[in-house]
């Protein structure tokens, strides 16, 4: 009974806050928060790793960004199957989607996993007190412009903030190295070329390595924008 009236007291206070702060600050936040947003998409960390992977390759920093990358579609894809939670504008006829309208359910948020995990290793990386700073304010930007989007309720982006820095954990403390060692061990066996931490000449010399990459990027980016194309693509066939 007290369980379900605290999630009866929570999805009111949800609801209240993004009511409140839905395009809160008119269209000048609004057009900043979108940019800010974009450092939490999975398109950006997936076009990290193919640069630490295929152009600038560092088994380190590839391996850290693919291992929490990997963390977090392996419990935030889950979780939104198993929440199914409806997103703000689907719920509620008040709000205003001021972006692309995801197509994901709501809990939890993919953005603030990403920015939290992946903004808390960086910080780590540069073992930087004034980098500890950003990160933070930073994850405090992306996860409000999700509220403020009208794309998310403010438990979807503090859970996928928490969710976040275990992700961060698990991969700092098990997975990276893991990773990393193995890919030391391929290095070790001097099967091919391996240039490490500079800007790999094969991306000129070898038209095939070239065209993979360029392909990787494609599709990263084709993945990204799929339903909208697919939407376009009705629409201009409807017209």
Known sequence: MEAKLLLKNLDTWDKRVIL???GFGGVPLTILLKII???GRETLWMLLMVFYLFIFYDSFLFSSISTVFLIG???IAPLKKLIDRDRPFEALKK???LERE???RSFPSWHSYNVASQGLLFALLLNSPMMVIIVVVIMIFV???????GVHYPTDVICGTFIGILGF???KLVLVPL???ILIYFEQLNVWNIYKQVINPLLLENIFYMMLVIGLISIIIYLANYKWIVEYYNKSKRA
Request: a positive charge.
């Open 179 to 181: 990773l990393n060692s």
């Open 20 to 22: 409140k702060y839905n």
């Open 102 to 104: 995801p197509t994901s």
């Open 37 to 39: 947003s974009f450092l």
């Open 73 to 75: 579609v392996l419990i």
């Open 143 to 149: 996860s409000f412009s999700r509220i403020q989007l």
């Open 95 to 97: 709000i205003e989607v």
């Open 169 to 171: 954990l698990i991969a």
